[in-house]
């Protein structure tokens, strides 16, 4: 995937309660293969330079990690937590139901396998 450099105006700049920043930016009117560059983009974590058009005396570099959140084991562990809750706590031991419910979600994946 090729870089994407463009003219941008950011419009709105939000900071978030864990003191990260959300903002919104406009482009100019982009050509087809633009608009495709971008939706390429879309959900994707990117490298950003932000610039002022007259040019900057320096570069401020951020590097902290951005926290992706809960992992996808965690969530679906969460969720079926949630499942086991709302079907009445069967056999009242979470873990045991589990266990059992991960091995048929294992099983219904390798039933997918060649």
Same mark, same amino acid.
């Given at each position: 995937?090729? +870089?994407?450099?463009?003219?941008?105006?950011?419009?709105?700049?939000?900071?978030?309660?864990?003191?990260?920043?959300?903002?919104? +930016?406009?482009? /100019?009117?982009?050509?087809?293969?633009?608009?495709? +560059?971008? #939706? @390429?983009?879309? !959900?994707?974590?990117?490298? +950003?330079?932000?610039?002022?058009?007259?040019? %900057? *005396?320096?570069?401020?570099?951020? @590097?902290? @990690?951005?926290?992706?959140?809960? *992992?996808?084991? %965690? #969530?679906?562990?969460?969720?079926?937590?949630?499942?086991?809750?709302? %079907?009445?706590? /069967?056999?009242?031991?979470?873990?045991?139901?589990?266990?059992? #419910?991960?091995? !048929?979600?294992?099983?219904?994946? @390798?039933?997918?396998?060649?």
């Amino acid at each position: 995937m090729k +870089a994407i450099k463009t003219e941008l105006q950011i419009k709105s700049v939000t900071l978030k309660p864990d003191d990260s920043v959300s903002f919104r +930016a406009v482009t /100019p009117e982009l050509s087809d293969d633009d608009l495709s +560059a971008f #939706r @390429k983009v879309s !959900k994707c974590l990117v490298n +950003a330079l932000l610039e002022p058009q007259g040019g %900057s *005396s320096g570069v401020l570099e951020i @590097k902290e @990690k951005i926290e992706t959140g809960k *992992s996808p084991g %965690s #969530r679906l562990r969460a969720t079926l937590f949630v499942l086991w809750d709302q %079907s009445g706590k /069967p056999g009242d031991d979470f873990e045991v139901w589990y266990r059992m #419910r991960m091995e !048929k979600i294992i099983d219904w994946v @390798k039933g997918k396998l060649e």
